[in-house]
């Protein structure tokens, strides 16, 4: 089925250690993203991109690296993990044909818990 | 800059009750205004979405209205289901115009007691 695939659903990382975030969309989106959410804090955008080899920074981006070499991946890489980046990690896509709107695809999530 | 507000939960009904969550927004431009759902240990789905000023969109007995000159975009539902319990998003994107970014509001807890 088409939509977009994160892996892995559940990690557990020591304080300190690098880990990277998989997602993958087969809809030939431009645009994909990544959220955090947090309990209270709803969802917050920590790096977006809206091609291959072109990324920016949301609201959150501290600890947090991207890139977009091809337009299906949208790795999210965490450079040293911290207890505040324990959380659940969302990847999104979308494209925007003549300026309509049609929404987001979200993958399933990754619940990341930092020791 | 860009923002969502939504009521603050949780809200508890009992079934069949008639379900409203607030939600208002701050764009600098003509944002698109979604409803996301989220059911518990499962990821984000698009409820329904309006894309201009007095649309109406809808789905599973859910409406939501796209209004202007309040700024809001409130879901409803008219009796609400056991199956209804989760966690509702109100969200707003300016598409290609702004970097294709969608603003979340802070998500409200819907629980449906038989």
């Known amino acids: 089925n088409a939509g977009v695939t994160q892996t892995p659903k559940f990690q557990v990382l020591k304080t300190g250690q690098s880990m990277t975030l998989q997602c993958a969309q087969d809809?030939?989106?431009?645009?994909m993203s990544w959220y955090r959410q947090d309990p209270g804090m709803g969802l917050r955008l920590i790096h977006y991109?809206?091609?291959?080899?072109?990324?920016d920074q949301g609201e959150v981006p501290n600890g947090y690296n991207v890139s977009r070499s091809t337009t299906e991946d949208f790795p999210l890489r965490l450079l040293s993990a911290a207890p505040s980046q324990t959380s659940v990690y969302f990847c999104?896509?979308?494209?925007?044909?003549?300026?309509?709107?049609?929404?987001?695809?979200f993958g399933s999530g990754t619940r990341l818990t930092v020791v | 800059g860009d923002s969502v507000t939504q009521m603050e939960g949780p809200v508890t009904l009992s079934e069949e009750a008639f379900l409203t969550i607030n939600c208002t927004y701050t764009?600098?431009?003509?944002?698109?205004l979604f409803w996301y759902v989220q059911y518990p240990g499962e990821g984000l789905q698009l409820l329904l979405k309006?894309?201009?000023?007095?649309d109406k969109g809808s789905n599973k007995g859910f409406e939501a209205t796209y209004r202007k000159e309040t700024t809001s975009f409130h879901l409803e539902k008219g009796s609400v289901q056991v199956s209804d319990s989760a966690v509702y998003f109100c969200?707003?994107?300016?598409?290609?115009?702004?970097?294709?970014?969608?603003?979340f509001g802070q998500g409200t807890t819907l629980q449906v007691k038989p």
């Open positions: 809809m030939n989106h431009e645009y």
């Open positions: 764009a600098t431009g003509y944002p698109s």
């Open positions: 309006a894309t201009k000023a007095d």
């Open positions: 999104a896509s979308s494209y925007f044909p003549r300026g309509t709107n049609y929404g987001y695809t």
């Open positions: 991109s809206v091609g291959a080899g072109i990324t």
């Open positions: 969200a707003l994107s300016l598409g290609s115009s702004n970097t294709g970014k969608l603003i």
